[in-house]
Every structure is written in structure tokens, then in C-alpha cells.
């Protein structure tokens, strides 16, 4: 071997190692490459817990609604009366709404008698009366525009009264000075009669009423007075003039008697007692019912028999009736008693309640002289009764223990 040789043997060697670390390096290469595969593996771990912020970011949002929950609980929230959320309270016309209690009669509906405003509040409904009009032509003062303020104006006294009834015009027929009223009702409840000299009620029982056109009447205010009064008669109750009487034996004063529309509609203060608005009331529910045919008069309400107790046992009473005078419009005790009775150990007799009048089988006022004490008993004691009882045609129980005064009704 020569020197030659040895350079072809170092650089054969060098080539080697050369081409031995170019495929070292490119296993390494290759290698290392594959090394960064486990990186890039990593990498989508990291992804992953990249991605796993979103479903934590949708875990706040589960809580949200969560959250919402509590906001939204008002909605099922019970009202202060217990009421489930969006339902009808028994209160009618009560609705539970985000907790508050809120007039909805449009959804609740109203109690009985009642009727719907668009408020969603409820009123009583009104007991409406149809008048049917006859008006004679040529009356000073008296057309259709005076006339249906006149019926305003008896409205508005029934409604200050406290009396829920509205009278309605359900028809207008003129009539000339040379005819008469008409009597066709024409489907409605009452007739009304307008003209001269046409006050009162002028048919049985009290379906047709006359509005007196003459002064001081007319549709002034006192014309409205006198025509509410002719009404309460269609509406059932009693004229209560004839429990005055004149001297010598005069009726004890009573403020309910003196101071009422059915006593005297020219004093302006005068207004519906305690009795007559009872009635009337009692009446409106009858009527609203079953029309007119069901008021209930006067002599429906009556009881049969009086129990009259005066405290004092084995006495001698003697009872007065009356006459009425039609020119006072007030009633005269008659001179000589019409009935003797003995009160029995508890100090009471019994007695029918006698017609006072043959036009009627009611009565007004008794006069009783018991051994010199004396006694009044009026018919509203009896209308007590029919309040107490709920009907007529019973005893009637009635004490007298103070002299010269009213006996009371117990
Ligand atoms: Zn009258």
C-alpha cells in the first residue's frame, strides 16, 4: 500500500462518517420530528382544556336560569288572600297578578247582581224601571227635553238616597188637552201620566203614577219630590201621612214619619226613611227578578195578628182605629174603641189586625187606652216584623210599657 492508498482508505472513511452522520442526522432528524409528536399530542390536550372553558362558561349559564328562578317566582307567587298566581280570587272580581290582587271582572266575572266596568271593577247593577210616558202637548215648561231632565233629577233623589234604581223613558206619546192618558204600557213597567191636575197614583195596584204639571209641581223640585213618591208607590210602599193624627188625640212626633218623601214631598229636606229605603231595596231585587208582577205591597208585607204586651197582667184595653181624613192627608182617631181585650197573666192580648179602611185590609195607627195608660202602634211596626220574619201574614209581637209613646216592635 502506498501512500495513495492510505488518502483513498481516510477519505473512503471520511465519506462514511459522513454519509453515517448524514443518516444519524437525518434519523435524528426524523426522530426528533417524531419526538415533537407527543408535543403536538400535548398540544391538543392543551386544546382541550381550552375548550373546556366553554362548557364551564355554559355552567355559569345553567346558573343563570338558575338565578332567574328566584326573579321569576313572583310570577308563581301566592296573593295576599292565598290566591294561586293567574287565577281568580273568590273575591270576585279579585285576579292574582305578580302577587297583587287586581280587579279583573272580565276574566273573574262579578258576584251576583252585579255588572263589569271596563275598569275591571264591579257595581251593582242598577234595577232599571221602563216608564212609558203620556205628556199632554201644550204645557208651559213641558217638552221631551224638560221631561227627560225631570226623570234625571228623580234618578239623581234615588241615588242620594242611597236607592240604586234608574228609571229609564221607554217611550213618549203626546196627548191633546181634550184627550186622556193612554193605558197601553207598550212592554214597559210603569205608566206616567203627565198633565194638569194628574198627580197621585191613578191605577191598581200602582202601575200608573201622575206627575202633576200644575204649581208648584211640574218639574221643579218639588214636582220631582211628589213624582219619587208616586214611584216608591209603584215600588211598594205605603203612604206614611196617615199615621199622623189630628187633635185631640194626636200621633207622639216621630222624625222618620214627619221628615219622609211618602209624608210630604213639599219640604225640601224630606227624603226616604229608614223603612221605605228597607222596602224599596227589598223590592229592586224582587223586580229585578221577576219584573213587576213580583214588588210585594203593602198588604202582602202585613201581619195578621198583633201580640201586644203592656207588662201588666188581667188588663182591660180598649183599641181605637181611625178614619182618614183626605182633605189633611192625615188620619182622626175614631171617639169610641172599636175592640176590647183583657190581657192575659204576662200581660199580653192578641188581637187581628183590623181593616181600617174597606178600601184596603191594612192598617195605620191604633189608639190603645189600657185602664188610662195610653198607646200608639203605626203600621211600620209591622213592617219590622215582615223585616224580622221575612214574611207576612204572622203574630207580630209589639211591647207597650212606656204611656203616650209609640209601642216598639221586639
Ligand atoms: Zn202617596
Known amino acids: 500500500?502506498?501512500?495513495?492508498?492510505?488518502?483513498?482508505?481516510?477519505?473512503?472513511?471520511?465519506?462514511?462518517?459522513?454519509?453515517?452522520?448524514?443518516?444519524?442526522?437525518?434519523?435524528?432528524?426524523?426522530?426528533?420530528?417524531?419526538?415533537?409528536?407527543?408535543?403536538?399530542?400535548?398540544?391538543?390536550?392543551e386544546e382541550k382544556e381550552e375548550i373546556t372553558p366553554p362548557p364551564e362558561e355554559e355552567l355559569p349559564k345553567e346558573e343563570v336560569p338558575a338565578e332567574e328562578k328566584p326573579v321569576k317566582k313572583p310570577v308563581v307567587q301566592k296573593c295576599a288572600d292565598e290566591t294561586?298566581?293567574?287565577?281568580?280570587?273568590?273575591?270576585?272580581?279579585?285576579?292574582?297578578?305578580?302577587?297583587?290582587?287586581?280587579?279583573k271582572c272580565s276574566v273573574c266575572g262579578c258576584n251576583l247582581n252585579q255588572s263589569c266596568n271596563p275598569n275591571g271593577s264591579c257595581s251593582l247593577s242598577k234595577t232599571q224601571v221602563n216608564i212609558m210616558a203620556y205628556i199632554q202637548t201644550g204645557v208651559s215648561g213641558v217638552d221631551e227635553t224638560s221631561y227627560r231632565d225631570f226623570i234625571e233629577n228623580i234618578n239623581k233623589l234615588y241615588f242620594n238616597n242611597d236607592?240604586?234604581?234608574k228609571f229609564n223613558i221607554g217611550g213618549i206619546i203626546w196627548y191633546n188637552r181634550d184627550q186622556s192618558c193612554g193605558t197601553n204600557f207598550y212592554?214597559?213597567?210603569?205608566?206616567?201620566?203627565?198633565?194638569?191636575?194628574?198627580?197621585?197614583?191613578?191605577?191598581?195596584?200602582?202601575?200608573?203614577?201622575?206627575?202633576?204639571?200644575?204649581?208648584?209641581?211640574?218639574?221643579?223640585?218639588?214636582?220631582?219630590?211628589?213624582?219619587?213618591?208616586?214611584?216608591?208607590?209603584?215600588?211598594?210602599?205605603?203612604?206614611?201621612?196617615?199615621?199622623r193624627s189630628q187633635e185631640p188625640l194626636k200621633t207622639p212626633s216621630s222624625s222618620e214619619i214627619e221628615n219622609d218623601l211618602m209624608t210630604d214631598p213639599y219640604n225640601a229636606a224630606n227624603v226616604f226613611g229608614e223603612h221605605a229605603k228597607y222596602v224599596l231595596n227589598y223590592n229592586f231585587e224582587r223586580l229585578r227578578v221577576g219584573g213587576s208582577n213580583s214588588i210585594l205591597y203593602p198588604r202582602s208585607r202585613i201581619a195578621s195578628k198583633l201580640r201586644i204586651n203592656t207588662g201588666i197582667p188581667n188588663q182591660t184595653c180598649q183599641i181605637y182605629t181611625r178614619e182618614r181624613d183626605y182633605v189633611q192627608f192625615n188620619s182622626k182617631i175614631n171617639t169610641t174603641p172599636g175592640l176590647t181585650k183583657i190581657t192575659d197573666s204576662f200581660g199580653n192580648f192578641q188581637m187581628n189586625i183590623?181593616?181600617?179602611?174597606?178600601?184596603?185590609?191594612?192598617?195605620?195607627?191604633?189608639?190603645?187606652?189600657?185602664?188610662?195608660?195610653?198607646?200608639?202602634?203605626?203600621?211600620?211596626?209591622?213592617?219590622?216584623?215582615?223585616?224580622?220574619?221575612?214574611?207576612?201574614?204572622?203574630?207580630?209581637?209589639?211591647?207597650?210599657?212606656?204611656?203616650?209613646?209609640?209601642c216598639q216592635f221586639y
Open 163 to 165: 236607592l240604586n234604581i
Open 354 to 406: 183590623v181593616a181600617g179602611d174597606p178600601a184596603d185590609n191594612n192598617f195605620d195607627i191604633y189608639y190603645l187606652d189600657c185602664n188610662g195608660n195610653n198607646f200608639w202602634i203605626n203600621s211600620l211596626m209591622t213592617e219590622d216584623c215582615f223585616r224580622q220574619q221575612g214574611t207576612g201574614g204572622g203574630i207580630c209581637n209589639i211591647r207597650c210599657l212606656s204611656p203616650g209613646n209609640y
Open 84 to 103: 294561586p298566581a293567574d287565577q281568580c280570587s273568590i273575591n270576585k272580581p279579585k285576579y292574582c297578578e305578580n302577587g297583587n290582587l287586581i280587579d
Open 1 to 45: 500500500m502506498n501512500s495513495n492508498n492510505k488518502d483513498r482508505s481516510v477519505i473512503e472513511i471520511i465519506i462514511v462518517l459522513i454519509v453515517v452522520s448524514l443518516i444519524g442526522g437525518g434519523l435524528y432528524y426524523y426522530l426528533s420530528k417524531q419526538m415533537e409528536v407527543p408535543e403536538i399530542i400535548e398540544k391538543p390536550t
Open 187 to 243: 212592554n214597559n213597567d210603569v205608566i206616567m201620566c203627565v198633565g194638569p191636575d194628574k198627580g197621585g197614583y191613578l191605577g191598581p195596584p200602582y202601575y200608573v203614577v201622575g206627575a202633576n204639571t200644575n204649581n208648584p209641581f211640574g218639574f221643579s223640585p218639588t214636582g220631582v219630590r211628589a213624582v219619587s213618591h208616586e214611584l216608591a208607590h209603584y215600588l211598594g210602599f205605603q203612604d206614611l201621612y196617615w199615621l
